[in-house]
């Protein structure tokens, strides 16, 4: 394979994880867009950031999206070359929003637009890459593909089911204008949980899959889809071990739940996400806490190559 394209360019949605009881497995991608193009070059590396990450962020080969795309080219047995990149950064950093499995999905994506061969790099590929350089496949399935989706690790291999149907939420971040790293959140957990947590859970999750496919014939406690989504975003496993490292965020969640709305941490944090419409006061107390707060839709489609190839693969990839 080769590259037969010389200017690409990609979007790839925000996305939050867990939900609630779904521990690095449940994701939702959010209609909150970072945008990337890149013009292969035969010169140096360069790479030109807009929006978040402006003046901080490398803008060399250390940056998070060449190395994606590197990774990529390398996987489907293309020579390197150089790279002329412009990012647009909405995506807050370090906040629980997907950002950083974002950027390696944009970088996959990218490395595929520029081979423009529909064999090259599918929506597996993509995954199994992605989920080698994140860590984990729970950001990265909702950003390939977009909607809900549910991932999980077979030995080394990432697997991922997106919901169908309608998922009947409307989400509301909350973002703090302080940083939390995914490793200092996940270092506060436990090493084994109870028993009677663990069966907690599997039912919340349970639960939040039914109500998220558009699932909601109940008998006995939750007779509607609000009572339905403040009992599946109920978790035992990891919320409350990361108090202690973002307690403005834990607070904001038990006053949105003590309010009626189903609240989680999103992803490791410290963003806040409703899956609930929030009144405007409530809207308007957040924000004189601090909090910037953003009404965001459920983004349908994940990876979009928006210039490049034109065909599109499997998985719920997006090639317009």
Not at 49 to 61: F, K
Not at 168 to 185: N, Q
Not at 242 to 255: D, G, K, N, Y
Request: hydrophobic content about 45%; proline content about 5%.
């Amino acid at each position: 394979m080769r590259i037969t394209q010389d200017f690409v360019a990609v979007r790839v949605p925000a996305t939050s994880a867990n939900l609630g009881p779904g521990f690095d497995s449940f994701g939702l991608a959010l209609d909150l867009w970072d945008e990337v193009s890149v013009h292969a070059t035969a010169g140096a590396t360069h790479v030109t950031i807009e929006g978040q990450g402006a003046g901080v962020l490398d803008e060399g080969e250390n940056h998070l999206v060449v190395q994606a795309l590197r990774m990529g080219l390398d996987a489907a047995g293309v020579a390197q070359v150089g790279i002329q990149m412009r990012c647009m950064n909405r995506i807050p950093h370090s906040r629980g929003l997907g950002s950083s499995a974002s950027a390696i999905v944009a970088g996959l994506g990218l490395a595929r637009a520029l081979i423009g061969d529909p064999e090259a790099l599918t929506a597996e590929d993509i995954l199994s890459i992605a989920t080698e350089m994140e860590g984990h496949p729970d950001n990265v399935a909702p950003a390939i593909s977009g909607g809900v989706t549910i991932s999980w690790m077979d030995g080394e291999l990432p697997g991922m089911l997106r919901l169908s149907g309608e998922a009947p939420i409307e989400p509301v971040a909350f973002i703090p204008d302080f940083e939390l790293a995914t490793s200092k959140a996940r270092a506060v957990l436990p090493q084994q949980v109870p028993f009677d947590d663990a069966k907690f859970n599997l039912s919340r999750a349970g639960i939040l899959a039914a109500v998220l496919s558009g699932q909601n014939h109940v008998i006995g406690a939750g007779t509607n889809v609000h009572e339905l989504l403040m009992a599946a975003t109920e978790d035992r496993l990891h919320q409350d071990y990361r108090r202690q490292s973002m307690q403005p965020s834990h607070a904001l969640v038990t006053w949105l739940r003590g309010a009626g709305k189903a609240a989680v941490i999103s992803g490791a944090g410290p963003t806040v996400l409703s899956l609930e419409s929030i009144d405007p006061k409530v809207q308007a107390d957040a924000q004189a806490a601090g909090w910037a707060v953003r009404p965001l839709k459920l983004a349908t489609s994940g990876l979009q190559i928006t210039r490049g190839n034109l065909s599109k693969i499997n998985g719920g990839c997006v090639f317009v």
